[in-house]
């Protein structure tokens, strides 16, 4: 592949570029940016992938390399949208800890009437969660 990669320099170099616009576009781009500033990135980037391009041609494995981190980058962006997909499988308004988005549940998982009372109210209870503790 390295003496492919050597023979057809022009293909070469556009996989170089296409990499690095890949991995800087999901790894450090934050958002959206004003257009000029955009070009002049991309000139800077083509600027850089020809100083990588120099080194694959050189017979250095950068192509290698940049496909290596670009099938990272893609892992951590599936892995990412797997955990986003398990996150929202829970019941609507239910938070993790089992309490209720409206108001503190009871043994039975009911919300309990006077505290549903307080939270309409915008007031807390005051009370802990334990009942042993309660007893003072």
């Given at each position: 592949m390295q003496q492919?990669?050597?023979?057809?320099p022009l293909v070469s170099y556009l996989i170089i570029l296409v990499l690095s616009v890949y991995i800087f576009n999901n790894v450090f781009r934050a958002g959206r940016m004003p257009f000029?500033?955009?070009?002049f990135l991309y000139i800077f980037m083509a600027a850089g992938a020809w100083l990588l391009w120099i080194l694959q041609h050189d017979r250095l494995p950068i192509?290698?390399?940049?496909?290596g981190a670009a099938v990272a980058v893609l892992l951590v962006q599936?892995?990412?949208?797997?955990?986003?997909?398990n996150r929202g499988a829970g019941v609507p308004g239910e938070k993790r800890d089992g309490g209720d988005a409206e108001g503190a549940k009871n043994e039975g998982g009911a919300v309990k009437p006077e505290d549903e009372a307080l939270a309409a109210n915008g007031e807390e209870t005051g009370k802990t969660a334990n009942p042993e503790t309660d007893r003072a």
């Open positions: 492919w990669l050597h023979d057809h000029l500033k955009e070009v192509v290698p390399i940049l496909g599936i892995r990412r949208r797997m955990a986003a997909g």
